[in-house]
């Protein structure tokens, strides 16, 4: 919403301050399409010479995340907490045999089951599963530290690979203000072409040769690098419900008092959707979803 929110801002503000200064409209609009036609032709052609098909894809699928916004809200902070603090309570009371059939096949597990916004998110799952199933092999011998460098290497993997789409859309930004000036130079030449027009026609035929310059700048620093800084934030914050399963599961293999596993959890989590603090009387109040409940 904020963005398209912020498009029609910069748009505005730009061509309605050029039209209240006293400049024609009318020249700029009709050169926009043909110079629009060239820049976005150029950064299309770019596009698909620098990427795979995969990566073209997920190009979309980051744009789609720009005017969507993060995935997950504080039910989902909080519901992966229960999630995750459930799986290793089965496994301190009940023992990896119990725990087995849960994270071989996540898509069958009741537990699981409760939260259905957490398993449609494969990697999420996945992390959760692959790295309880090591726990569950190796009959809870393994080291944590390197129960944790395993989470931290998934996670890194992930992180890079949906960072790829931001990147692009940067690179992309920065290539755009030269492919305006490649706009800008061709309508040079074709100028140079009737140099013998008069300087009315002219006037015109430079004037439109510079609105290349024009929208590549704006395309470059108001519209495309804005929409990769956003898509930066959305990816970071993602990426935090990655990090509070790392800490439970890791704070738990260390066997820490409750209090901190909870605190372990919620410390990574942006304040807008930090679940209540345990110490509040609303969340230990022994109510059926109070964080501690989910350790008990």
């Known amino acids: 919403m904020f963005p398209v929110i912020g498009l029609v801002v910069l748009l505005v503000m730009i061509f309605g301050g050029f039209a209240i200064t006293g400049g024609a409209l009318g020249p700029v609009m009709e050169a926009i399409p043909h110079e629009m036609l060239i820049i ?18 997920a190009l979309g699928g980051g744009l789609m995340k720009v005017f969507k916004g993060p995935k997950y809200k504080k039910q989902d902070y909080l519901d992966v907490i229960f999630l995750v603090s459930k799986l290793m ?3 301190r009371t009940e023992g990896p045999i119990a725990l087995e059939p849960h994270v071989e ?4 597990s009741a537990v699981f089951a409760e939260y259905p916004r957490l398993l449609a998110d494969h990697t999420l799952v996945n992390l959760i599963a692959d790295t309880l199933r090591l726990v569950v092999v190796s009959s ?7 129960v944790e460098d395993v989470m931290d290497n998934m996670i890194k993997t992930h992180h890079h690979e949906v960072e790829g789409p931001q990147g692009t ?13 490649v706009a ?22 430079i004037g439109s040769a510079l609105v290349g310059t ?17 898509l930066k934030q959305v990816i970071e914050a993602d990426a935090a419900i990655y990090h509070v399963v790392k800490q439970i599961i890791i704070a738990s293999l260390h066997g820490h008092p409750q209090p901190l596993v909870i605190e372990a959890a919620r410390s990574g989590i942006a304040h807008s959707n930090q679940p209540a603090s345990p110490r509040c009387s609303t969340v ?13």
Do not use: W
């Open 214 to 230: 024009f929208m590549g700048v704006l395309l470059a620093y108001g519209i495309v690098a804005p929409l990769a800084n956003r």
């Open 140 to 146: 809870g011998t393994l080291d944590v530290h390197a």
């Open 169 to 181: 859309i940067a690179t992309l930004a920065d290539a755009l203000p030269a492919l305006g000036i």
């Open 184 to 205: 800008a130079v061709l309508g040079v030449v074709k100028t140079m072409g009737s140099i013998d027009k008069p300087p009315a026609i002219l006037g015109a035929m």
């Open 40 to 57: 976005g032709g150029a950064a299309v052609g770019a596009l698909i010479i620098g990427n795979s098909m995969k990566e073209l894809k």
């Open 105 to 108: 096949d996540p898509q069958s």
């Open 284 to 296: 230990c109040g022994g109510g059926k979803r109070g964080l501690v409940h989910a350790f008990a």
């Open 89 to 91: 309570k089965m496994l």
